[in-house]
């Protein structure tokens, strides 16, 4: 009897480990380079959307048009110069369409004059961009304009090319500041 249970475990064992040939798959497609997955198909019905049309952040963006952020000035001067406008209108146009943004204008002065005077033109260089802006399409509300004076400049050499770099008023958005 021993040797007829044991021959009934044997059989058993041998039909349990025998294997069944696997279902034919499709071969997959090789990676496009060596150890990355290559991107899973999009579910049935959906199409995906093509690179271009992926909605990006503009503000972060640094081939929009809202990626430059400065105006500059001439020496002693606070007027926004006609280059600048369409720059003015491109920001003034976000604000417009977003009106929850908000903006911090920041009036920056070069090392010459007194503290008080840079502080002084400064703020109206600051408020000159605001004018603008609203001018463009932004609400009053959305822009504070502040006076850096000399306090944050670009550049710290003594010569003129580096004071214009440090005559400007440079435009933040809320979460930048």
Known sequence: ????????????????????????TA?????????????????????????????????????????????????????VRDEYRPLLQTHGKYLAEHRGAKMLVQGNCDERGSREY???????????VKRMLVLMGAADSQIEPVSLGEEKPRCNDHAEGCWSQNRRSDMLYGGEY
């Open 118 to 128: 840079n502080i002084a033109l400064g703020q109206r260089r600051a408020e000159g």
């Open 1 to 24: 009897m021993k040797k007829a249970l044991f021959a009934a475990v044997a059989l058993a064992l041998i039909a349990g480990c025998a294997s069944t040939p696997p279902a034919e």
């Open 27 to 79: 071969p997959s497609a090789s990676p496009a380079t060596p150890g990355q997955t290559p991107p899973a198909p999009p579910p049935v019905g959906v199409t995906p959307l093509p690179p271009s049309a992926v909605q990006t952040d503009p503000l972060k963006d640094p081939n929009s048009g809202l990626a430059k952020r400065s105006v500059f000035y001439e020496l002693d001067k606070y007027d």
